[in-house]
C-alpha cells in the first residue's frame, strides 16, 4: 500500500470482456407414420308419455265417437268390396299375362340348330321310298334317336328297317353326331326313349316286336344285345305306339304282377306299353339289367266284336299335390283308331280270357286319328289330331268334344309344345313351313318365325330338358333340330283357359 501514489484515492474503471463460451445444438426429424383419433357421439333423447281417460269422461266435443265402425259402415263396405276386389283380380290376371303395352301378339323366333341329310345305306331303292318314321330326345336331351323305313306296305313288311343314334358334342359346338346304327329285319314304326333313364330305348317294328335296348355307351358303336317281346303279340302286326309309364302308373301295374302272378319285383324295373294294329295293348314288365321282359296284362279292345286299328293311345297325367276338389280318377287312358273313333279305357287287372279296358266311346273324328295326347295343365283333358286336319279337345266327364277346330293345312303328327296350352303339328304339303304352333284353346296360330322347311313331315319330337328343342324328320330323310324359347310365348287368360 506504501506503493501507492498520491492518487489512491482516485477509481480507474475499463471495460472487460468475459470470455464465455456458448454451445448449441440443433435436430430436426420426420416419420412417416400417422395417426388420427376421432370419438363420435350421439345422444338421444326420448319421453314417452301416457294418459288414461274413463268412458264416462269423454263427450261429444271431444270429437271421438262413441260408437264404432260407425252405422251403416258396414252395408257399404258390403256394397263396395266384392266389387273392387273382383277388378282388383282382374287387373292382376291382365298384368300378368300381357307384358307388354302393345295388343298385337309379338312373334317368337325359332334358331335352327342343325339340319342334316340322313343317309338310309341304301333303304328305299327301286320302286319303294324310305322315310324318317320316328323320332325321340333322351332324358337329358343331349342324344337322339330317329328310325328309317318305310310308309306303306302292300301285305307284309320285307324291308329292312334301320335306328341311328345321334349324340351331341362340344367339340362339334354341340351339334349332333353320328354314334351308332341299329340294323332290324323289318321297318321301326315307333321308338321311344325311357324319360328318365337315358340308356333305355325301346322300338317296336312292323312285325309286332317290341325290342328294348341298353345303350350305355353308343360311343363305342356297340350295345347290349336288345331284349325282344315273346313272338305272336300284337298278332304279328305292326306295333303302332310305345309308352313308358311314370312311377305312379309304374307301380300301379308292378302290383298287379305281384298280386296277379307272384312276381316279385325288381328296384329297376320299368313298365313298358305298346299298342299293336291288331287291336291290342300290352303292358310289360321289363329290365335291360337282368334281361327281364315279361307281359302283365294284355287289353283287347272291344273283345269279342271287330278289333279297331289303334293307332295311338296316352295315359292321364298324374296330379298328386292338386286339391281334393281337382282329383280325378288316375287310371283312364284314350286310345285313337284309324277308322277315327276315340276311346276311354281303364286299368283292368289280368283276367281268365279277353280283357276289354273300354268304358266308353266318344264322338271321334271322320277319319284317322293322328295322335291323342293328355294335358299337362289341366286334369283329364286331352286334344286328339285327325288325318282330315282336325283338332279336338276332350274331357274324360263327358262324351262330346269340348272344342273343335278345322286348320287349314294338311297334317301328319303332333306333340306338346312344353308345359303350355299348344300343340306343334307337323306340315304336309306346305312349300315353306314345316311345323306350325297352335293354341288348343283358342284355335289360333301361335306366332313362330323359323320353323321353315317344306316338304312332307312325317314326325316330330320335342325335348324340355334345359331348353326347349324340337326335332322333326321329313320323307326326304331331312332332319331339322331348332330351338325355341317357348318361355317367351305370350298367353292371356282366356287363352289359358282348356
Not at 300378368?96 to 342334316?116: C, G, I, T
Not at 349332333?176 to 337315358?198: F, G, Q, R, W
Request: hydrophobic share 35%.
Amino acid at each position: 500500500m506504501s506503493a501507492l501514489s498520491g492518487f489512491d484515492s482516485e477509481v480507474v474503471g475499463f471495460e472487460s470482456v468475459a470470455p464465455i463460451k456458448k454451445s448449441g445444438i440443433e435436430i430436426s426429424t420426420q416419420t412417416c407414420e400417422f395417426s388420427e383419433c376421432g370419438v363420435a357421439s350421439q345422444t338421444v333423447l326420448s319421453k314417452d308419455i301416457g294418459c288414461m281417460a274413463a268412458p264416462g269422461e269423454l263427450n261429444a266435443d271431444d270429437g271421438v265417437p262413441k260408437e264404432y265402425p260407425p252405422s251403416g259402415l258396414n252395408d257399404f263396405l258390403r256394397r263396395v268390396v266384392p266389387g273392387m276386389m273382383e277388378q282388383l283380380e282382374q287387373n292382376d290376371k291382365e298384368m300378368l299375362y300381357n307384358s307388354s303395352d302393345s295388343e298385337d301378339e309379338e312373334p317368337v323366333a325359332a334358331k335352327l340348330l342343325q339340319e342334316m341329310k340322313v343317309e338310309g345305306d341304301g333303304l328305299g331303292a327301286g320302286d319303294h321310298r324310305s322315310s324318317i318314321l320316328s323320332v325321340t330326345w333322351s332324358s337329358a336331351g343331349n342324344s337322339l334317336a330317329l328310325s328309317i323305313g318305310q310308309t306303306q306296305h302292300e301285305t307284309w313288311c320285307q324291308n329292312p328297317g334301320l335306328i341311328k343314334v345321334y349324340t351331341t358334342k362340344r367339340s362339334e359346338g354341340d351339334k349332333l353326331v353320328h354314334m351308332l346304327d341299329i340294323s332290324e329285319k323289318n321297318c321301326v314304326t315307333v321308338l321311344k326313349y325311357h324319360p328318365t333313364v337315358a340308356a333305355l330305348l325301346a322300338y317296336g317294328t312292323t312285325s309286332g316286336e317290341v325290342v328294348l335296348c341298353n345303350l350305355t355307351n353308343p360311343s363305342s358303336n356297340c350295345y347290349d344285345e336288345g331284349l325282344t317281346s315273346p313272338s305272336g303279340c300284337h298278332g304279328s302286326r305292326r306295333v303302332s305306339a310305345l309308352y313308358w309309364a311314370d312311377a305312379t302308373l309304374a307301380n300301379t301295374f308292378l302290383t298287379m304282377q305281384i298280386n296277379c302272378k307272384g312276381r316279385r319285383r325288381g328296384a329297376s324295373d320299368q313298365i313298358l306299353i305298346s299298342s299293336g294294329s291288331d287291336g291290342t295293348i300290352n303292358v310289360w314288365q321289363v329290365n335291360a339289367n337282368l334281361k327281364i321282359f315279361e307281359n302283365v296284362v294284355c287289353y283287347t279292345l272291344n273283345a269279342g266284336k271287330n278289333a279297331p286299328d289303334i293307332t295311338c293311345f296316352d295315359f292321364i297325367k298324374s296330379f298328386p299335390l292338386r286339391g281334393y276338389d281337382e282329383r280325378i280318377l288316375a287310371d283312364v287312358f284314350a286310345v285313337g283308331t284309324k277308322s277315327g273313333r276315340l276311346y276311354l279305357c281303364k286299368i283292368k287287372a289280368h283276367e281268365e280270357g279277353e280283357v276289354d279296358p273300354v268304358y266308353q266311346v266318344l264322338e271321334g273324328h271322320s277319319s284317322c286319328v293322328l295322335e291323342v295326347a293328355f294335358s299337362y295343365q289341366k286334369p283329364g283333358t286331352f286334344v286328339s289330331v285327325s288325318m282330315d286336319s282336325e283338332l279336338r279337345v276332350y274331357n274324360i266327364n263327358q262324351p262330346g268334344p269340348l272344342k273343335i277346330f278345322c286348320l287349314d293345312v294338311a297334317i301328319s303328327c303332333m306333340s306338346w309344345l312344353g308345359h303350355v296350352p299348344c300343340v306343334v303339328l307337323g306340315l304336309t304339303d306346305s312349300e315353306k313351313e314345316a311345323l306350325r304352333g297352335y293354341n288348343v284353346s283358342s284355335g289360333k296360330v301361335v306366332p313362330i318365325e323359323g320353323l321353315l322347311g317344306g316338304g312332307c313331315v312325317t314326325c316330330v319330337a320335342v325335348s324340355q330338358s334345359g331348353s326347349c328343342k324340337i326335332a322333326a324328320g321329313d320323307s326326304d330323310h331331312t332332319l331339322r333340330v331348332w330351338e325355341l324359347p317357348a318361355r317367351r310365348i305370350k298367353f292371356t287368360s282366356d287363352s289359358l283357359d282348356l
